[in-house]
């Protein structure tokens, strides 16, 4: 499979938490993930990737904002763009036996 799709996920994700402040535990993992796709190196980019806290307290997808006016849209944005990047990963994460499941997102239905 190729990684073009997470690594435009892995843009669209990066360039959000940048515009927005987003700086949780695992956004150097997501950077090291997003550099990966862009040169091509799948195997660091699922390496990263399994390094990336998601789900439970204090994790990656806990980030709130701080815009109040906007606190909804900002909110969901950042949870659809997270998910969407973890269920691409998962697709490329394509190992025999593989055992890995991400956690699911804290709050989502």
Known sequence: M????QHLAAIALVTFCDLHGVNEPGIG???????ALESGDKSAAVKAFKQVPLG???CFNDW???EAAHFDYLLGTFRALVERWARLMCLLDDAPNNSFKPKPLRGSA
Do not use: F, I, Y
Not at 29 to 35: A, N
């Open 2 to 5: 190729q990684a073009n799709e």
């Open 29 to 35: 993992q997501v950077r090291l993930c997003h550099s």
């Open 56 to 58: 439970g307290n204090g």
């Open 64 to 66: 709130q904002p701080t």
